[in-house]
């Protein structure tokens, strides 16, 4: 008996119980369609939250108080008063970072806001005007705040698309005075609907110089960051060394694993949320897979009642010329035909929910969501089906084969 003529009995053995071989791939289904659409959904987080972090620009680097954790005992060592004026003016000094156009220090806190009888809660950023040239927030309507009123400590504010809408709505802004913690400041600009930058929400955030925000909003004598341009991207790796040599010397570390500070790229940080979204992708798609294992029980299951149910059908074959292979390809070929449909069912299933979920997220997040399907996905979506069917169905197929022809037909 050839494979064909093998793989035409299996086809009809299927086909006699469809609704049996429907359900019977029903756990396939579920799981080649979970796993799709999880590392889909991966993929598409990733996409995203790289392309906010690279929203800053290669050549923008991080400095940020504390030295990195390694455990739990190192997370107070993260909040720490390491980045004050004296670490600014150092690094703006061109005899000891050359690779350094611009920087700006960086005060951020959320507190309450006023304007008339509304109140609301938003970020406030306190920055230099370089920041509008990093994050891209020149204001659509006004003008961002200059170096000469940073250095005066002035009471002005560049405003977030959200923040004008929920305390002005329709009215004008400019102009208009609100209270940020009992402070007064003048709006004199709006920045147009930019969305998330990096870390930083432009449309919910008020954006004030930062020697205002240090003396009369935050109480505190340092920064939470530090904001450096370099003059191109090729000089990064260069400039983020003269930057931790300017900081060890300022604060007398000769180790750097005792380093109060961090100093970051943005293709630092990319790699490590592609690292961290990766395997969260790759955890929850195996816990998904279990599915498939309860899918190839059931399988196994079914084959258990077929061959009993056909036991005479086997007999019958058996005493006509059929061997025990010919019984035990024909079997384990059902078994692999449910698993590959059911594999390519889900498949569908999954990059159709893939797709649909896509729009759903980009409509609710307000930011495009990339549809993706990983290639690989698919690939592992057919080959894992295949596995189940082999390994699942091998036991049932050889009970069937080992059936004798006798004892078969005599069987009511």
Known sequence: MTFRNSLKTAVKGLRANKSRSALTILGIVIGITSIILIMSLGKGAEDLILNQVRGLGAATIIIEPGREAQGPSDFGSLFTDSLKDREVEALSKPS??????????????????????EVDSFMILGAAPLLAEIVDVYPEFGQFFSDEQVQ??????????????????????????????????KVIGISPKKGQVGMLDV???????????????????????ILVKAKSEQIVPQTVEDIEATLRELHDITDPSKDDFQVATQEDI?????????????????????SLVVGGIGIMNIMLVSVTERTREIGLRKALGAT??????????????????????????????????????TKALGSTWQFTVAVQAILLGLGVSA??????????????????????LRYE
């Not at 205002?212 to 109480?219: D, E, N, V």
């Not at 590959?340 to 649909?356: A, K, N, Q, T």
């Not at 069917?389 to 078969?408: C, H, N, R, T």
């Open 96 to 117: 000891n970072v050359p690779g350094v156009e611009g920087l700006t220090p960086m005060v951020v806190l959320s507190t309450t806001v006023s304007f008339e009888n």
């Open 152 to 185: 005066q400590l002035s009471a002005v504010a560049v405003i977030g698309s959200e923040v004008k809408e929920k305390l002005f709505g329709p009215s004008e802004a400019l102009g208009q005075n609100i209270k940020i913690k009992n402070k007064v400041f």
């Open 203 to 225: 449309d919910n955030s008020i954006i004030v110089p930062y020697t205002t925000a240090l003396k009369y909003l935050s109480g505190m004598n340092y920064y939470h960051q």
């Open 270 to 290: 990319a790699q490590r949320v592609s690292m961290v979204t990766s395997i969260l992708t790759i955890f929850l798609a195996a816990i998904a897979a279990i």
């Open 324 to 361: 025990t292979r010919n019984i035990l390809t024909q079997f384990l070929l059902e078994s692999v035909i449910l698993t590959l449909l059911g594999g390519v069912i889900g498949i569908i299933l999954g990059v159709f929910d893939s797709f649909i979920a896509s729009l759903i997220l």
């Open 387 to 408: 596995f189940v069917g082999v390994v699942f169905g091998l036991y049932p197929a050889q009970q069937a084969s080992k059936k004798s022809p006798i004892e078969a």
